[in-house]
């Protein structure tokens, strides 16, 4: 397990105290397509451990916040050109390569080879499955601090300052001379030993073995760097999106992955306006409202100007409703209450 240690109100999945309200926030994640280099970057999510300490339990498929730990981290990665999921195949929230180290179980050296080989971006992020906190924004300091140096890696920190090398960007070529090294050194330098870099014998090698040989810059993140290794783990992080200041955060997230949905709004635009409709109209009128709201943009196949600019109008409409009931004068005793020039109800049973 990596430690946690809460930090203030951060938003869940966000760059930690250093890079919150108290200086300048986090670099933007890295869209589609793009990222360092105009080649983008790769990533590779080793997802198949035996997760001994959960009692063997299915842990990329384990929920926090409704959503899979894989699907959280494959949302996290959504800008990587290809991204490689080192484990069996299963239905995941976005369409991904799989891969297989040879045997399985062989260990994470022999995943990452797997993964590796399925990628051509000099630029590699290397993720574990089991990451609940880990979001756009920490991807993209990790990347931009790796095209900004000259150093083989980045790796975050976690609470008590160690390395976690399985959340980290890495050029692809440092990996692949590093792995080939680590072959040739267990095949020995018998005459016909076999030392490809497509086929390396990695099987049970420490993670340490290759992070020793590589210059390494490392970067202190309590939150993006906690992992789930036993239930525990997986209670904690369950209850802390549901503390003030990250569930809003949270359900949102889970929702447009639900949904199917890749659009950033203004939430504070819409919270405001499910407000002044409540107040303005009446308390159904919230939801009723957001959703009109909604719908109108996507008919307008707009993104978030267009949402913007619908919740501007449907603002304005609520405030001059308000402004109308409030300037209605009350009826005076003994009249009905109904407009001048209502028609009167003459049916036999009115």
């Known amino acids: 397990m990596t430690a946690y240690e809460p930090v203030g109100d951060q938003r869940a999945g966000s760059d930690p105290a250093p890079d919150s309200e108290a200086g300048p926030g986090p670099d933007p994640a890295p869209g589609p397509g793009t990222g360092p280099g105009p080649a983008g970057y790769d990533a590779v999510v080793l997802a198949g451990g035996a997760a001994r300490r959960l009692g063997g339990a299915d842990k990329p498929g384990l929920r926090v916040g409704g959503r899979a730990l894989l699907d959280r981290v494959l949302a996290a990665c959504a800008g990587a050109r290809t991204t490689v999921v080192v484990a069996e195949p299963r239905p995941t929230a976005r369409p991904v390569t799989w891969a297989r180290e040879d045997p399985p179980g062989g260990g994470p050296l022999a995943a990452l080879a797997a993964g590796l080989r399925h990628t051509t971006a000099e630029h590699v992020l290397v993720v574990s ?8 924004p920490t991807v993209g300091r990790l990347l931009s601090a790796l095209a900004a140096g000259d150093a083989d890696g980045v790796l975050l920190t976690d609470a008590d300052g160690r390395d976690q090398p399985l959340v980290a960007a890495y ?5 692949r001379r590093e792995l080939a090294a680590l072959a040739r050194d267990r095949a020995g330098r018998s005459a016909g030993a076999t030392d490809t870099a497509d086929t390396p014998d990695l099987t049970g090698l420490p993670l340490r073995r290759l992070t020793g040989a590589l210059r390494l810059t490392r970067l202190p993140d309590a939150v993006a760097s906690f992992d789930c ?3 525990d783990d997986i209670a904690t992080a369950r209850a802390r999106i549901r ?6 955060d949270e359900w949102i997230s889970a929702a447009k992955d639900e949904l199917g949905i890749d659009l950033d709004v203004d939430i ?3 919270l405001d306006l499910a407000r002044d409709a409540a107040h303005g ?4 009128a919230a939801p009723l409202t957001t959703f009109l709201v909604g719908y109108a943009a996507g008919r307008a196949q707009g993104g978030p100007e267009a949402v913007a600019e619908a919740a501007r109008k449907a603002a304005a409409l609520a405030l ?8 209605e004068p009350a009826p005076a005793p003994g009249k009905p209450d109904v407009a001048p020039d209502a028609t009167p109800d003459t049916r036999p049973d009115a």
């Open 268 to 270: 504070k635009v819409l």
């Open 129 to 136: 499955a089991d990451l609940p906190f880990l979001a756009g």
């Open 171 to 175: 050029r692809a070529s440092a990996l």
């Open 320 to 327: 001059r409703w308000a402004e109308e009931a409030a300037a």
């Open 281 to 284: 109209v009446a308390r159904p």
């Open 243 to 248: 503390e003030h200041g990250h569930v809003l």
């Open 229 to 231: 290794d036993t239930w």
